[in-house]
């Protein structure tokens, strides 16, 4: 499990004006590197060749580095080339629209070591910094006798004992290198965390299914049984507020807030997801399989941007699997065509379960029921350049055979359009006013998450789910 923390961080002047001395130095390295990498060369051959210049000479282990960094950014992007300082930015700078520092400040690259388990100072980690959590600050080594102090604003925040193991691993076992990215205000400290999966009894029969949205997420518990699947629990989280466009610049601090605040409701989301799996003992957690390219779906600027921007990728699908494997429950994805129609269909009105849970309920179903098109992912590898590899092979994806299966599932059973009424959650508030959806489910009056769950809306009125379906009816 790979671990990153970023935190703020304080220094005396000297220490600020080496470290960006050093950035400077750095990104000059990283990006000829990096050019050098794309035309093929051997690390030997690039070596020599970084040695050579004035930036290059600085320091050894921050020149070789670069080098890793830059084989690492290829690795990302093995098709087209990087703009360092973003292609926006270069076309405002072709424009004349930003002047040559700021073009130049944006192509900065935070200052980055490698981490090093043989490093053969007080820690084993890396060679050029030491961690001091008891005293709140990171050491930095720059040479030999040289020491500097990054004083860190920890706070009460949870990351102190996560930073605390990693010194007592890096003191005592020496086992563990960390990777550190710096800028001119935060620190980002990389790990990889040797946690060993809890031991828990899980049912493999059992499954909750997930099903995605920009603004909200359908969750449902299936176990299989010998009559087909049943359906053991339900909720829906909704979070409209927090895709809602501002109509503000990028830069606004209002839509800076906004992305920041969606980002940590989420990762709070995925680990009630989680604590709802481990609840529930579910053997596996399944997940729509999005394939979804940016482009101009032709439905207007505003579900462009709902459904182009608004997946949180890195706030709330690598939390939830990362949270799963540390407690040892596998993760599989489906193919989700047509489950929002099917599931509709099938589940909605005749269960009471609102839209998307019943998406939900069907995507558990296919995976209870082995649907061939299923497939495992560990750690929500890189979709896009999936996709690509199978457009660049001239054949017709997987994911699209299956789509026209279901296509021909749902041609044959041709329901008419007032069949497959949505039970969506404000038809719910229409009949049950007073009891949905409920308050945060974190706990807290600031957040814009609301919940929609069965048990909570009998708990609320001391009814049975019998009762509570029949007054639905």
């Known amino acids: 499990m790979i671990r990153t923390i970023k935190l703020p961080y304080a220094t005396i002047p000297q220490a600020a004006e080496l470290i960006a001395q050093w950035r400077r130095a750095q990104s000059v390295v990283s990006r000829v590197a990096y050019n050098r990498v794309r035309e093929g060369k051997t690390d030997k051959e690039i070596l020599d060749l970084l040695r050579a210049l004035p930036q290059g000479r600085l320091d050894s282990w921050l020149t070789g580095s670069a080098l890793r960094r830059a084989k690492a950014i290829n690795r990302a992007h093995p098709e087209a080339p990087v703009v360092f300082g973003g292609k926006r930015q270069f076309k405002l700078r072709a424009q004349g629209k930003i002047s040559k520092e700021e073009w130049k400040a944006k192509r900065l690259l935070p200052l980055y ?258 649907d061939p098109t299923q497939w495992s992912r560990k750690d929500g590898g890189n979709r896009r350049k999936e996709e690509r590899q199978v457009q660049a092979k001239r054949e017709k994806s997987p994911d699209a055979q299956a789509r026209d299966h279901w296509k021909k599932v749902w041609s044959q059973l041709n329901p008419k359009p007032g069949d497959t009424p949505r039970l969506t959650i404000p038809v719910l508030k229409e009949r049950f006013p007073e009891l949905c959806p409920s308050q945060s489910p974190f706990g807290v009056p600031q957040s814009l998450v609301v919940r929609l769950e069965p048990a909570r809306i009998c708990r609320k009125e001391r009814i049975t789910m019998r009762n509570f379906l029949r007054r639905c009816v």
């Not at 603004?215 to 927090?242: F, I, M, N, Q």
């Open 113 to 370: 070591f490698e981490g090093h388990t043989k490093s053969y100072g007080e820690q084993g980690g890396n060679h050029r910094f030491v961690l001091d959590i008891t005293n709140n600050r990171v050491l930095f080594y720059p040479k030999a006798k040289v020491e500097f102090s990054l004083k860190l604003k920890l706070g009460k925040s949870n990351y102190r004992k996560l930073l605390e193991n990693l010194e007592i691993r890096c003191t005592w076992m020496r086992d563990t290198p960390f990777s550190v990215n710096l800028t001119e205000t935060h620190i980002s400290i990389t790990w990889e965390q040797k946690n060993e999966p809890m031991k828990l009894q899980l049912i493999a029969a059992r499954a909750l299914s997930l099903d995605f949205n920009p603004s909200r997420t359908g969750l449902a518990v299936l176990e299989r049984t010998p009559a087909g699947c049943k359906v053991l629990h339900w909720a829906v989280y909704d979070y409209a507020e927090l895709t809602k466009k501002l109509k503000l610049a990028s830069n606004h601090p209002d839509t800076i807030h906004q992305r920041n605040k969606r980002v940590y409701e989420l990762s709070h989301l995925a680990n009630e997801i989680q604590q709802a799996a481990v609840h529930y003992q579910c053997g596996t957690v399944v997940s729509e399989h999005l394939n979804i390219q940016t482009k101009d779906h032709e439905r207007g600027k505003s579900f462009n941007r709902t459904v182009n921007n608004q997946w949180s990728r890195k706030g709330f699908i690598i939390p939830l699997m990362r949270r799963l494997e540390g407690v040892g429950i596998r993760h599989a994805e489906v193919n989700p065509a047509y489950s929002s129609k099917i599931g509709n269909l099938l589940w909605g009105w005749r269960e009471m379960i609102p839209d998307p849970a019943c998406a939900a309920v069907e995507i558990g179903r296919r995976f209870l029921q082995e």
